[in-house]
């Protein structure tokens, strides 16, 4: 097969070289296209162009399958450790016991928050917004670790990445205390990473939250099933911050605020009010149907359709069967639950999602399977955060590590005037 694609502009042809991964299409390589020909590329929200060559996740939306360094996802499900898949991410390989003994106690070290960064709380509004607060801290810790603003070198990334990793479950768990009025409740050295951010966000000063095994494994599933996924929005926002050589607290903190939104990871809100209005009777499945296929109505199935899955989304098939299997072992049963069946089953039997391939993406049920494990509705685009923060650090790494990586600075079309006049105030009019 050629390895050079040819660019025909009238009379001129170029050569472009086509780079081939290991998996995946191939591209075609315009590094030179304007020096070569004069023109740029067109490609509003890039969704025809790969912005780097990464190792870390693989994703076929053609087949629904993902995987983490090679690993494919359903093999984190049987004995799920957030903790090894962060690690795996970020430095490339599977750790050893004492590589994972020892990146746990970093974490364990790292669990408190700096007094003046717990102060600020206070000043924060009861019904503050839980991801503002996340982006707001997380760029915070800057400001306490000012050490760790240039990772240099593995030892320093990895103490950096500790601090994000743990010190976001305190940040997160204390934003949800201080919205609901309760006292802070330190974080547990004795517990296990998703165990310690349920007690935190539990307990009570005279009586310690029990965490059960189903409970904290379906949190340590759906963080790793939330742990990385390519060049995603808020992903790309960390690179194209982290492009300008800005340090890693600010572009996670940047990548916080990709992430809240509706069409990204916000989804997981949108989901819940929906079933949530059409379990109180203010829709009904159907019309929510009819709504979403309404071209004058900005309303969307949310949990619905994706950029890069023309097939099920393999997270989404993962959560039903936990949803369904941590209800069985819960003894819990959700009423949520049955309308998102009936949405899905209305949805992939309709002409209009079958002919755009839209089917249930992560953020479709991971909504009900946070509410069976009691966390609140204001606070599942913060566990997403929590789930993807180690994809946002490798990423960050890889970029750093590259010799060819370059300041984000994408072209435009431009379609403004041509040239304009400076007008004085005294002779303006509403048309000028
Ligand atoms: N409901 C109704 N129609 C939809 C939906 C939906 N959920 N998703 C896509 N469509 C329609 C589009 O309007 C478009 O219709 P058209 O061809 O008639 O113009 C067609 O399907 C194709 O859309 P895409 O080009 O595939 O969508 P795009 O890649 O631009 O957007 C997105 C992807 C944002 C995820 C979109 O599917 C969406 O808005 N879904 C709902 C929000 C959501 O669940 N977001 C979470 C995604 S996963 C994540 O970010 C973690």
């Known amino acids: 097969m050629s390895d050079k694609a040819i660019l025909k502009i009238g009379d001129k042809e170029v050569e472009l070289p086509i780079i ?9 390589d315009i590094t030179r296209l304007r020096d070569l020909t004069g023109h740029v590329a067109y490609d509003p929200s890039l969704a025809n162009t790969a912005i780097c060559k990464s190792a870390i996740t693989f994703v076929d939306g053609e087949r629904g399958i993902l995987r983490y360094r090679g690993i494919p996802i359903d093999q984190f499900i ?11 991410l970020i430095f490339g390989r599977l750790p050893t016991k004492e590589e994972l003994s020892r990146f746990s106690a970093k974490l364990t070290e790292n669990e408190l928050l700096h007094e003046g960064l717990r102060l600020q709380y206070q000043h924060m509004p009861v019904d503050a917004p839980p991801m503002a607060i996340l982006s707001a801290m997380l760029n915070n810790l800057a400001c306490f ?3 760790l603003l240039w990772v240099g070198d593995e030892e320093s990334l990895e103490a950096a990445a500790a601090r994000l990793i743990s010190k976001v479950r305190t940040i997160a768990a204390f934003a949800y205390r201080r919205s609901q009025g309760l006292p802070f409740i330190y974080p547990d050295p004795h517990l296990r990473y ?19 095994p189903e409970v904290e494994d379906a949190l340590n599933l759906l963080f790793i099933l939330h742990a990385d996924h390519e060049q995603n929005c808020s992903t790309m926002t960390v690179r194209t911050v982290g492009s300008a050589r800005a340090n890693l607290f600010a572009s996670c903190a940047a990548g916080v605020c990709a992430l809240w939104g509706p069409l990204h990871g916000g989804a997981n809100v949108e989901v819940m009010d929906m079933l949530e209005r059409i379990h109180a009777g203010g829709l009904t499945p159907e019309e929510c149907i009819r709504m979403a296929k309404d071209k004058t109505n900005p309303f969307r199935l949310y949990g619905f359709g994706h950029r890069i899955y023309k097939n099920y989304d393999p997270r989404a098939r993962i959560l039903k069967d936990t949803c369904e299997k941590v209800f069985a072992q819960l003894k819990v049963q959700d009423p949520l639950l049955d309308i998102a069946r009936k949405l899905e089953e209305l949805a992939l039997s309709d002409p209009y999602f079958i002919e755009r391939r839209l089917y249930p993406n992560v953020d479709f049920y991971s909504g009900i399977l946070l509410r069976a494990i009691g966390i609140p509705k204001n606070m599942f685009t913060v566990c997403f955060a929590i789930g993807r923060l180690p994809g946002w650090i490798a990423q960050w790494r890889e970029q750093h590590e590259d010799p060819t990586s370059r300041i984000v600075r994408p072209r435009q079309v431009y379609i403004g005037p041509v040239e304009a006049k400076y007008v004085p105030m005294s002779e303006r009019t509403a048309a000028t």
């Open 78 to 88: 049987e004995k799920p450790n957030f903790v090894e898949v962060a690690w795996l």
């Open 145 to 147: 670790h000012q050490q």
């Open 194 to 212: 998703c165990a310690n951010f349920l007690h935190m966000m539990f307990s009570l000063p005279y009586k310690q939250y029990i965490v059960s």
């Open 20 to 28: 081939r991964g290991t998996l995946g299409d191939p591209a075609i």
